[in-house]
């Protein structure tokens, strides 16, 4: 971790106020934690290593996929213009939407939707980042992302994933890095797993 920016953030933003009350007390331990419909919070680690290959400067405008209880959207807010944030379950988003707004993050915006599709009314995004597993880019995620612009998302099937940073080039949307290795839960929707295969807690 080398982006002074980034380790700011991470100082600044408490993810105990991101952390559903039960686990408030582990908030600090660099370890997922459980959120409703068998979803996590990934490791601030992770994270942080995902945020820090988007490589923001503070202008641009950021598209997250899977927005948690809003802890990364948080981060994102501190480190870019403008985001908008896709997740799917809507009890999930109003509690980050309740977080964001509890600590005062004003340029994050936190929508209810399948977030394989992305937002296309808000596209073009300088930067893209995915909390979800899925074997392949879903493409209008590819689609909306800027020339020159970056995307991280863990790829695999849910369980043993490479966390892998691409970039929109003039050839398309090309690899450039495998950023770690990590379990995330799957990515469901329409460019993702049948959402039909999810199994209700």
């Known amino acids: 971790m080398r982006d002074a920016r980034v380790l700011r953030a ?106 394989t599709l992305g937002l296309g009314e808000q596209a073009p995004y300088d930067a893209v980042v995915v909390a979800a597993a899925f074997s392949q880019v879903p493409p209008p995620l590819a689609e909306q992302l800027a020339p020159g612009g970056r995307l991280v998302q863990p790829m695999g099937r849910g369980g043993h994933e490479r966390v892998t940073l691409f970039v929109q080039t003039p050839h398309g949307l090309q690899r ?9 839960v799957r990515l469901y929707g329409c460019h993702g797993f049948p959402a039909e295969e999810q199994r209700e807690p």
């Not at 105990?16 to 660099?30: I, M, N, Q, T, V």
């Open 10 to 115: 991470l100082a600044t933003v408490p993810r105990a106020g991101f952390a559903p009350p039960e686990h408030a007390g582990s908030a600090e331990l660099d370890i997922p934690l459980p959120i409703p419909h068998e979803q996590v919070t990934t490791q601030p680690s992770l994270v942080a290593r995902m945020v820090e290959a988007l490589a923001l400067t503070g202008a641009e405008r950021v598209l997250e996929v899977g927005a948690g209880y809003g802890y990364q959207t948080a981060l994102l807010g501190r480190l870019a213009r403008e985001v908008w944030a896709v997740e799917r379950w809507a009890d999930i988003a109003e509690a980050a939407r309740a977080n964001l707004t509890r600590l005062g993050v004003e340029n994050a915006h936190v929508v209810v939707g399948d977030g």
């Open 176 to 184: 450039r890095a495998k950023l770690a290795v990590a379990r995330f």
